[in-house]
């Protein structure tokens, strides 16, 4: 079973109490792993539409830019820290996997957030696997933006279906699941926010070398022309 021993059932709303909000089964199944599963659903998609776009903007005398731009101490040490923060929220998913075992509650589906973990980190590091994926960035932002909202709703739902105090006295209070997952929020808002800062600033770098590859390839030009001038040679 998905949901072991879960009094509220697998259902949009619980039959506990007045809460609005989905039951925790219904949102560890269904919930927690839907921003993964539309990612996947939208991956083979992109893919096409990138292999479109590369054939009919290929550029050979700029496609090297890509990979040859250095980069700076800074933009390293944010990259560090960028997938430290994915490798801490698969630790805490982890936590929270193991501590529902040992109170015999089920886990749902929530294994499957890891796949959303590292898809993304896998994107992000290989540039949508050397631009062949387009709109990369947009799954790895569905990815974080949806772990934020899906873990703000599972800490909402626990709250108001269980109470702060719920199952105290447990392997796995309320309590302490609802810390670990605001954590786990507040990480995939870290990711979001630096995954952001390296885009745009690896977008720069790469403008700026495109620049003066352009501006020395232009130089270049002119001294060659200037050399088979006429005028210059009599």
């Known amino acids: 079973m998905l949901c072991t021993n879960r009094p509220e ?46 054939k009919a ?8 830019l890509r990979s040859n731009t250095r980069s700076s101490r800074l933009y390293l040490v944010i990259l560090i820290i960028y997938y430290i923060f ?17 109170i015999h509650y089920g886990i749902g589906l929530l294994p499957f957030a890891y796949v959303g973990l590292l898809l993304s980190a896998v994107l992000f590091w290989g540039d949508g696997i050397q631009g062949r994926i387009k709109w990369w960035r947009g799954i790895n932002m569905l990815v974080w933006i949806g772990g934020i909202i899906m873990s703000a709703v599972q800490v909402i739902g626990l709250k108001q279906q269980f109470g702060i105090n719920g199952r105290k006295g447990s392997k796995y209070p309320v309590s302490d699941q609802v810390i670990d997952v605001a954590v786990m929020a507040g990480v995939y808002a870290v990711i979001a926010l630096l995954e952001t800062v390296l885009v745009v600033w690896k977008r720069k770098r790469t403008t700026a070398a495109l620049r003066e590859e352009r501006g020395e390839m232009g130089i270049f030009e002119f001294r060659r022309g200037m050399s088979e001038s006429p005028v210059l040679k009599e």
């Open 9 to 54: 059932g697998f259902d949009s709303s619980s039959h506990l109490n007045s809460s609005p909000l989905p039951t925790t089964c219904f949102t560890d199944v269904i919930l927690i792993p839907l921003p993964t599963w539309l990612a996947l659903a939208f991956v083979p998609t992109l893919f096409a539409l990138g292999l479109h776009h590369r």
């Open 57 to 64: 903007n290929y550029n050979p005398s700029t496609a090297h």
């Open 86 to 102: 994915i490798i801490c929220n698969i630790l805490m998913l982890t936590l929270e996997i193991v501590r529902l075992s040992l």
